[in-house]
T-cell receptor, first 114, second 116 residues
Framework: GESVGLHLPTLSVQEGDNSIINCAYS??????FIWYKQESGKGPQFIID?????DKRQGQRVTVLLNKTVKHLSLQIAATQPGDSAVYFC?????????????FGSGTRLLVRP | DVKVTQSSRYLVKRTGEKVFLECVQDMDHENMFWYRQDPGLGLRLIYFSYDVKMKEKGDIPEGYSVSREKKERFSLILESASTNQTSMYLCASSFPSAGGMYNEQFFGPGTRLTVL
């Protein structure tokens, strides 16, 4: 079936470096994508989203890139900080029957080394 | 700020018990969702609701039921808890989708349920 996956389950980066978390999606009809951050013991928290009519969107220290040609989504975090340590999920809004469904990936754990 | 609260952070129950997980949101969202989260499996949708007294099955509804008597409250019920229902349960809410496109879902802190 259609699914959202992540290439790297764990990513370790040095504090101050940039982080890139990748996500592959399989449904070319998906039209909206979200990145969530989940810290230990907490629920997922919205970071940034992007519509399929865009290929890049920037927030504060975060950038999401969408490559529809290869169905790839990435989250870039600039100047990674210890507080960025968390599990990051991508989610895709995909058509299903007569409605839409939000499908979540399994997550990538980001570890920030001091 | 949107706030989604769940009645318990940690819960321990015995096999066969009836379990109620409560979720309340304060942003007048029409949509509410229940997920379970297990290592390596991501978030899996159990049930969702688009309106009061309305419910739809998600991907893994077996062994669960839900209740939405008021707009702000969405309850997940385990009729007879089993050990394979040990998991993290997450509630979420959102505004209704426009033109089929989902809006951002806001999550509660989760309830870690252990069934012995």
């Amino acid at each position: 079936g259609e699914s959202v996956g992540l290439h790297l389950p764990t990513l370790s980066v040095q504090e101050g470096d940039n982080s890139i978390i990748n996500c592959a999606y399989s449904n070319s009809a998906s039209d909206y994508f979200i990145w969530y951050k989940q810290e230990s013991g907490k629920g997922p928290q919205f970071i940034i989203d992007i519509r399929s009519n865009m290929d890049k969107r920037q927030g504060q220290r975060v950038t999401v890139l969408l490559n529809k040609t290869v169905k790839h989504l990435s989250l870039q975090i600039a100047a990674t900080q210890p507080g960025d340590s968390a599990v990051y999920f991508c989610a895709e809004n995909t058509p299903m029957d007569s409605s839409y469904k939000l499908i979540f990936g399994s997550g990538t754990r980001l570890l920030v080394r001091p | 700020d949107v706030k989604v609260t769940q009645s318990s952070r940690y819960l321990v129950k015995r096999t066969g018990e009836k379990v109620f997980l409560e979720c309340v949101q304060d942003m007048d969202h029409e949509n509410m969702f229940w997920y379970r989260q297990d290592p390596g499996l991501g978030l899996r949708l159990i049930y969702f609701s688009y309106d009061v007294k309305m419910k739809e099955k998600g991907d893994i509804p077996e062994g669960y039921s839900v209740s939405r008597e008021k707009k702000e409250r969405f309850s997940l019920i385990l009729e007879s808890a089993s050990t394979n229902q040990t998991s993290m349960y997450l509630c979420a809410s959102s505004f209704p989708s426009a033109g089929g496109m989902y809006n951002e879902q806001f999550f509660g802190p989760g309830t870690r349920l252990t069934v012995l």
